[in-house]
């Protein structure tokens, strides 16, 4: 797929967390496009929650297109029977396409697909590998800030990506013909370990920060008692101990399928996000 491909006359598009990383880039865009968007948020009216299906009905009505994220992640428990239950409402309600927000190397994440391809809705899979921005717009951005960042994370490299470039996948998907059936891996242009992306964004904000390897039990105790819930540390455990293991070490080509240009490289990422002073403590 390149960007070349016509862009298509598109309806309501319900953007879900439209306030997060990457479902707020998205609305950005489809604003930009002037194509009509619909957030979903608990903050919007009408509102949207994934714990009260209630609110469902009301967000899905006269949308077209759906861009499917599911907090906290696909990897907790419930997400099978949410998704499960959101798509046959987003049937029920007439959409016509859903580009779904997944993980890699997850398999929780897998079976969400999978319901989402077995759907009946035109789907596309956005298969992200570890968000950049989770130094900057998520729980890492304090510890760089205070200059310490401790982590169960050892030499197992991940190629950060851009939650830009998720955004403008997904983008092109909801807008463009052409990407029905596609599951898109996104990926970084190449992998770094966590003491190597830290060492980058220090040297981009020009001053120290260190890197720590922590156990994993030290690092879950340490969660609790900054007042982080048990499914929350429970899911960060897991991410960490779980699936930073190798499996996704390797690049993967999903930003130049779907847009038909390299994906942003971290560095990149570390010398914007520096220049807007966010990392100063």
């Not at 998704?83 to 580009?99: C, D, L, M, N, P």
């Not at 779904?100 to 994440?109: C, T």
């Not at 038909?260 to 990422?269: E, I, S, T």
């Amino acid at each position: 797929m390149t960007n070349t491909e016509n862009t298509r006359q598109s309806g309501l598009v319900l953007v879900l967390g439209g306030t997060g990383k990457t479902g707020r880039r998205v609305v950005e865009r489809l604003e930009e496009l002037d194509v009509p968007v619909r957030m979903g948020s608990r903050s919007a009216d009408p509102a949207f929650d994934w714990d009260d299906e209630a609110t469902w009905a009301p967000v899905l009505e006269g949308a077209e297109s759906v861009y499917l994220v599911y907090y906290p992640d696909l990897a907790v428990p419930a997400a099978p029977a949410a998704i499960r239950s959101f798509t046959a409402a987003a049937v029920k309600a007439g959409v016509r396409r859903v580009v779904l927000l997944s993980g890699r190397g997850e398999d929780e994440a897998r079976a969400c697909e999978r319901i989402v391809q077995d759907s009946g809705l035109e789907w596309t899979i956005v298969r992200a590998s570890w968000f950049a921005q989770n130094f900057s717009e998520d729980y890492l951005l304090e510890p760089v800030r205070a200059g310490e960042v401790a982590l169960p994370a050892g030499d197992v490299p991940e190629p950060f990506v851009d939650a830009d470039d998720i955004a403008d996948v997904a983008v092109a998907a909801l807008t463009r013909d052409g990407h029905a059936g596609e599951v898109y891996e996104v990926t970084g242009p190449r992998a770094l370990t966590f003491a190597e992306a830290v060492a980058e964004i220090g040297r981009a904000a020009g001053r120290d920060v260190a890197f720590v390897p922590v156990a994993a039990a030290d690092y879950a105790d340490a969660l609790r008692g900054h007042g982080l819930p048990d499914d929350v540390v429970g899911l960060l455990t897991y991410l960490f101990t779980t699936v930073l293991d190798g499996r996704n070490s390797r690049t993967a080509d999903g930003v130049e399928r779907a847009l038909g240009r390299a994906p942003k490289d971290f560095a990149d990422y570390a010398r914007d996000t520096a220049a807007s002073g966010i990392w100063n403590a």
